[in-house]
């Protein structure tokens, strides 16, 4: 098993080698937004994976519980206090490829780190808008909802309960998301209007363009995990854990099994609490063949 994992990681490390550079942000003007909205016609109902995220109950209960669980988990982290953080040292991981070892705690304060997007908030107001445009996503539309959306984004189920017993334990909440640097008050304000509290950039909010690794966030995470013992992190994609989980050479299937390896299979629910998302991610990805597998196939009259 352990040389069939190490193989994942070399192909992920392929895959991650090189930073991305910082984006330029896009900006969408008034004229650009009347001509979407005359072009395209209100799809009838919202895609399905926004019907069951935002609408479903069943949606609503998958953040409560993992919410539920990771406070449990925090709180029993901080009466008794762990040795090391749950983010991995990637430095040692590259230069030597052993196991994953733990950035260690020392002295550190403890801390909780989430992503914020479909992980402490639920972004109702942007993704309904790029729903009835018919589109899966448009970066300018989702630039100018970082900037305006404060008051319209929403506290996912649980998130608001569960910031506040961690915080009252004395664990600093901290958001490491990929809405961008130069929308850093907007984000501030949006997080504090769905009643998530404080968070200040540079101090418990990190953001794409705080470093030169663009939508990486394994820089931030060493960044975080250098000033703090971490002991939960959140989020609802893999890259939200490490960036070696979105290698470009991993197939669908390969990407499963490393990510539900010996690696990292007790991390789940144990330190590290992923939220469900089927809106979108690198998830969101794969043909008839890369999804089901050929045992499986079958048809009537068989």
Request: aromatic fraction near 10%; proline fraction near 6%.
């Amino acid at each position: 098993m352990r040389n069939y994992v190490l193989g994942f990681v070399a192909l992920a490390l392929a895959g991650c080698a090189t930073p991305n550079p910082p984006v330029a942000v896009p900006t969408l003007t008034k004229d650009a937004r009347v001509t979407q909205m005359d072009e395209k016609s209100t799809p009838a109902s919202p895609p399905t994976g926004q019907q069951w995220l935002y609408g479903s109950a069943e949606g609503s209960i998958a953040s409560a519980q993992v919410y539920t669980a990771m406070t449990d988990y925090v709180l029993g982290k901080a009466k008794n206090r762990p040795q090391s953080s749950v983010i991995v040292d990637e430095n040692i991981l590259v230069i030597h490829g052993t196991n994953p070892a733990f950035v260690p705690c020392g002295s550190k304060p403890l801390a909780a780190v989430f992503d914020a997007d479909e992980t402490l908030i639920w972004n109702v107001g942007a993704m309904r808008y790029m729903a009835e445009q018919g589109k899966v996503f448009d970066p300018a539309i989702w630039n100018e909802w970082e900037k305006s959306g404060a008051g319209k984004a929403v506290a996912m189920p649980g998130a608001t309960v569960a910031l506040k017993t961690m915080r009252d334990a004395g664990v600093t909440i901290i958001a490491n998301t990929n809405r961008t640097a130069a929308n850093a008050k907007a984000t501030e304000d949006a997080l504090r209007a769905a009643g998530l509290g404080e968070l200040k950039h540079g101090e418990t909010l990190y953001l794409m363009g705080d470093d030169a690794m663009g939508s990486d966030k394994d820089g931030r995470r060493a960044t975080i995990a250098a000033k703090y013992c971490v002991i939960a992190l959140a989020g609802d994609q893999l890259g939200d854990f490490r960036q070696m989980f979105n290698g470009k050479r991993l197939t669908v299937r390969s990407r499963t099994a490393f990510a539900n390896s010996s690696f990292f299979e007790n991390l789940w629910g144990n330190g590290w609490f992923l939220f469900s998302n089927p809106v979108y991610g690198p998830s969101i990805r794969g043909g008839y063949d890369e999804i089901y597998t050929p045992e499986t196939k079958w048809e009537p009259g068989q």
